[in-house]
């Protein structure tokens, strides 16, 4: 089994910063993409930013220039900086991962449970 934690949502007000983590565990071989997504009030569900595990990374237009996503392979652990944040920012992030537990298995989507940031004054 595998499982995302993720940890650092909070409420903040606007222009102001917060760090997520998500942290994979459990029967990981390889840990592919690693990514967040949210999902704000009355909207679907959309890529925050990703990162290989190369270390390329790609992000929404929304948030390109005020958000940075990151990982420590050794740790199995992404993070999303979350600067200049705006009230629109609010919503419940998910960690995303691509993973395969054993050599021979296929690489599987596992999703973590969400944390909820709010940005208001």
């Known amino acids: 089994q595998v499982q995302l934690v993720e940890s650092g949502g909070g409420l903040v007000q606007p222009g102001g910063s917060l760090r997520l983590s998500c942290a994979a565990s459990g029967s990981i071989f390889s840990l592919n993409v690693m990514g967040w997504y949210r999902q704000g009030p009355g909207k679907q569900r959309e890529l925050v930013a990703r990162?290989?595990?190369?270390?390329?990374?790609a992000y929404g237009d929304s948030v390109k220039g005020r958000f940075t996503i990151s990982r420590d392979n050794a740790k199995n652990t992404v993070y999303l900086q979350m600067n200049s944040l705006k009230p629109e920012d609010t919503a419940v992030y998910y960690c995303?991962?691509?993973?395969?537990?054993?050599?021979?298995?296929?690489?599987?989507?596992?999703w973590g449970q969400g944390t909820q940031v709010t940005v208001s004054s």
């Open positions: 990162i290989t595990s190369g270390g390329s990374t």
């Open positions: 995303n991962a691509l993973i395969r537990s054993m050599w021979s298995d296929p690489l599987h989507d596992y």
